[in-house]
């Protein structure tokens, strides 16, 4: 496999757009194949405003169970690739669609990542602002049937999550759009994501504008395969250390 990545200025600018493939060899399952399930529930129809709202106990339920498979996986190879390519790199940007932190555990510094589906750790108010993280704490609130309450408004607190047909977070969009804005990308890697929403074709397309390279690396074809300029049927885990060193060495 021959990366070719066009340098036309001294400084080399990567976004890496990420999604539940990336995370799936930590055992992580992905929201769109069968292993997605949970309990025969559809992960699509548990990740809305609507459900919450319908059934609180039973997506508090859904998501204390992912938060705990995630606190027991590990990164794997392609999140530390991708670690070792922020690090490499003069200009550098991850988008993550995912809620997990293993990116974050894999060594991908705060100001080098968005996560642009918010952060399954962080549980806040559904009326007010009030938030908090509980990486650390996964006692009390987590255990059976209780549900948290906001300490200041008293409404249900819920997952710090983006879920269907709810709005990006502002902060974090507008730092995707000023890394874009800023100039095109030598180079462009989309992995593990159906790529589903306009929004990652979008960026990608957009990193990738005036001749950058555009790398899918997924087995399955997506939305955006017919845009990218190399398609790498493998797995992240698998392809993405052999680019990384490909074009740390180039
Ligand atoms: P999906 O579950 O939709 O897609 C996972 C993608 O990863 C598929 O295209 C698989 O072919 C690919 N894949 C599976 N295993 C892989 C591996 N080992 N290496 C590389 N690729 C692999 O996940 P996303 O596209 O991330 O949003 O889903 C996007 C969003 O939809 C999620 O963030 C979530 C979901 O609903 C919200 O909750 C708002």
Redesign the pocket.
Known sequence: MEIVVPCRSYVVRFLVLT????S??SGIP????KE?YWRNFD??KL?TPEAFERDPKLVWEWYRERRQRIRNAQPNAAHDAIAKLARHSDEFLLVT??VDDLHARAGVADEKMVQI?GNIFMTRCSRCDSSRNDYENDHDHEKGDFLPRCPICDALMRPG????GEQLPWNELQRVENYLDRGACDLAIV???????GYIIDWALRASRGGGELIE????E?PLSEFATQRIRE???VALPKIVDQVITS
């Open positions: 999604g539940a493939g990336v799936a060899e992905t929201f769109r194949g997605g992960p699509a990740a669609q995912n589906h999550v983006v879920w269907f992995s593990g994501t159906t790529a589903t929403f690396v997924n087995p399955e997506t797995s992240a885990a």
